[in-house]
């Protein structure tokens, strides 16, 4: 026997998982891209980013409207009611669904990444050692070197030092062809080096380290800028594209023998 708090829930699921759901929220994510985008320019990349996509509403002309994590949210739990009271749970259909719950998982993935994500840069020196991420927020003039770092700063759990620095350019220009900093991570007593490169970042302690750019300072002495990110949603997009891999084979093999 159903209960009424379970068919109440089931009644609720079947109104969240309607599709003019997402039709009325898709339209909506357009705007917003378009929006952020076109405001970088007076705004600023991080300014636009952190207005319209990291955030849940802003203020226009005294109107609130929703921003993009509202927006993904609504996508996210639109999606999950469709996969749980609407999906056909039989055999034949379990490839689909395998890959529809691939899909959920990484929209979750992109909601919790947008909520956790931290990111910032280091600046280094050879023989420089720092412990602290620069914010972007008012740090994007220092990364083309052209005034001292004065943004907020975030401590990192170990220390980073600059071992040694590679940059080479194209002939006849100061653009660079190559760059990599060869780093030395300190964490307590344990020690060692690693290296980072253009495509090639370092990945440690919940922290992931990128070769973003160089500049040479007021000194004459070339500075590696990394860019630095901490992310909990991280794993979710490797375990969706396994599903979504899974679910298509799955899905194939059930095709395959009931053609037979």
Not at 89 to 97: E, L, M, P, R
């Given at each position: 026997m159903v209960s009424k708090d379970s068919g109440a829930v089931t009644k609720l699921g079947r109104v969240l998982a309607r599709a003019d759901i997402l039709f009325w929220t898709l339209p909506w994510l357009m705007v917003l891209i378009i929006w952020g985008t076109?405001?970088?320019k007076q705004m600023g990349l991080f300014a636009a980013t952190e207005t319209y996509f990291s955030s849940f509403y802003f203020i226009w002309q005294g109107l609130p409207l929703p921003g993009g994590y509202t927006i993904l949210t609504i996508m996210t739990v639109n999606l999950c009611c469709k996969f749980i009271f609407q999906s056909p749970?039989?055999?034949?259909?379990?490839?689909?669904?395998i890959t529809h719950l691939s899909i959920i998982i990484l929209m979750v993935g992109g909601l919790l990444t947008a909520i956790t994500m931290k990111e910032g840069f280091i600046a280094l020196s050879?023989?420089?050692t720092k412990s602290q991420?620069?914010?972007?927020?008012?740090?994007?003039?220092?990364?083309r070197g052209d005034m001292s770092d004065d943004s907020a700063k975030t401590d990192l759990p170990y220390s980073i030092t600059l071992a040694n620095f590679r940059r080479e350019v194209y002939d006849g220009t100061n653009m660079p062809k190559l760059y990599e900093s060869r780093v030395v991570i300190t964490d307590g007593d344990l020690k060692?080096?690693?290296?980072?490169?253009?495509?090639?970042?370092?990945?440690y302690g919940g922290y992931t380290f990128y070769q973003a750019s160089t500049f040479i300072n007021n000194n004459g002495k070339p500075v590696s800028v990394l860019n630095v990110v901490t992310n909990d949603g991280w794993l979710f997009p490797y375990l969706s594209g396994i599903l979504l891999a899974l679910g298509l084979i799955?899905?194939?093999?059930?095709?395959?023998?009931?053609?037979r």
């Open positions: 076109v405001a970088q749970w039989t055999v034949q259909k379990i490839g689909i669904n050879v023989q420089d991420m620069s914010d972007f927020e008012g740090g994007e003039m220092f990364i060692f080096p690693a290296i980072i490169g253009m495509n090639d970042p370092l990945r799955v899905h194939i093999v059930i095709r395959l023998r009931q053609k």
